[in-house]
Each structure stands twice: as structure tokens, then as C-alpha cells.
T-cell receptor, first 112, second 114 residues
Framework: EDQVTQSPEALRLQEGESSSLNCSYT??????LFWYRQDPGKGPEFLFT???AGEEKEKERLKATLTKKESFLHITAPKPEDSATYLC?????????????FGQGTILTVHP | DTEVTQTPKHLVMGMTNKKSLKCEQH?????MYWYKQKAKKPPELMFV???????INESVPSRFSPECPNSSLLNLHLHALQPEDSALYLC?????????????FGDGTRLSIL
């Protein structure tokens, strides 16, 4: 059974204070790891897909990295508008196509 | 704005009512999904359609009935719901199931059962 654990559960940062969110996973054959951002009352917004260890993706202040056991979402010089819940999900080789296993999310708050 | 459109945005219904949630996408995606999300929890998969055929039913109670009339539309028919069914219902789509492409979500329908 695929498992995803995100840490920390909540993170408070000052504007400009860089940090990282962690997503640890256990799957039998990773097909893909996905990062999403979710604002209150909205659906998850797709950020990145990572497929193999060593892969990195960047978008504005966000950078996602992947190893064989975990993924990090690095946030550089965050702004208040980066405040949201960040969700990590995996598609494992032992599960049906289309079925994602989500972590519980990290609630990020960035204070001005 | 998302490319997956869900209507209505909010729905309040009694336990004896029948209503439907609608989802539409025009990205040419051939896989579509229904999720249920409770407060402070991640989305839970309910149904998956691939090329308009039901591919996955996550043992969802029969008071939820999905329908995929064509490749762009996905409906969720609701009947005799319980108060515990109150949640945010999310629709998502992806290119297809086999390519492990990301799922793109709509902003959901906030459902309240009285």
C-alpha cells in the first residue's frame, strides 16, 4: 500500500524567510509524484510533477526536488500570497492508474 | 481561473432531495474524476472515468451515481444523502490514465445536507 507523509503539518514564516516542506513516500514503483497548492475554498492547483530521483522543477519562488524516498518543496523568499496548503501525492506502480495517494498537507502561513 | 468548471459552486439540499453536480472541461482530457474533501483533509477519490467508461468506483454508496455523457462532461447525481455527506466535491481531469499526467482540479461544489 502506498503511503505519503508530509511534514511539518503547519509552518509559519516571515516574508523573505526561505524554508522547505517535506514529502516522504513509500510506493512499489513510483510512476509520478505531484505537488499541489490549495487555497481555502478552492480546488488544488497543480504545481509540479516529478518522475525520477534526481529530477528538479522550478516555478517562480518554488523548487521541487525528488529522491528515492522523499521530495522537498523549497520556497525561496516567500511572500504572503504563498500562504496556502501544499499537498503532495504519489501514483504508485502497485495501484490502479489514476489513483493518487495524498499526504495530509502542510499549511503554510507567510507573515508580512 | 481553472480549466475545469464545476456547477453549482454551493448547494444546500435536504436528505430527501435529488440534485446533480456538473463538471466540464475542454482540454481534450479523456480521464475524469470525482473526489470528496472534508475540512482539513486531503481529497478522497470516489470515481474515475476513462474514455467515458467507469474505471474505478471506490466503494462509494449508491446514493452517489456518476455519469459521463461525453468526453467533456461529468455529472454526479445525488439522492437521499446523509448529513455526513456534507463536503467539498471536486472534479478533476487528466490527459488519460496511462500516461501518469497530472490531474487538474476544478474549484468544487460546496455541498451542505440539512
Amino acid at each position: 500500500e502506498d503511503q505519503v507523509t508530509q511534514s511539518p503539518e503547519a509552518l509559519r514564516l516571515q516574508e523573505g524567510e526561505s524554508s522547505s516542506l517535506n514529502c516522504s513516500y513509500t510506493v512499489s514503483g513510483l510512476r509520478g509524484l505531484f505537488w499541489y497548492r490549495q487555497d481555502p475554498g478552492k480546488g488544488p492547483e497543480f504545481l509540479f510533477t516529478l518522475y525520477s530521483a534526481g529530477e528538479e522543477k522550478e516555478k517562480e519562488r518554488l523548487k521541487a526536488t525528488l529522491t528515492k524516498k522523499e521530495s522537498f518543496l523549497h520556497i525561496t523568499a516567500p511572500k504572503p500570497e504563498d500562504s496556502a496548503t501544499y499537498l503532495c501525492a504519489v501514483q504508485g506502480g502497485g495501484t490502479s492508474y489514476g489513483k493518487l495517494t495524498f499526504g495530509q498537507g502542510t499549511i503554510l502561513t507567510v507573515h508580512p | 481561473d481553472t480549466e475545469v468548471t464545476q456547477t453549482p459552486k454551493h448547494l444546500v439540499m435536504g436528505m430527501t432531495n435529488k440534485k446533480s453536480l456538473k463538471c466540464e472541461q475542454h482540454m481534450g482530457h479523456r480521464a475524469m474524476y470525482w473526489y470528496k474533501q472534508k475540512a482539513k483533509k486531503p481529497p478522497e477519490l470516489m470515481f474515475v472515468y476513462s474514455y467515458e467508461k467507469l474505471s474505478i468506483n471506490e466503494s462509494v454508496p449508491s446514493r452517489f451515481s456518476p455519469e459521463c455523457p461525453n468526453s467533456s462532461l461529468l455529472n454526479l447525481h445525488l439522492h437521499a444523502l446523509q448529513p455526513e455527506d456534507s463536503a467539498l466535491y471536486l472534479c478533476a481531469s487528466s490527459q488519460d490514465l496511462a500516461r501518469n499526467q497530472p490531474q487538474h482540479f476544478g474549484d468544487g461544489t460546496r455541498l451542505s445536507i440539512l
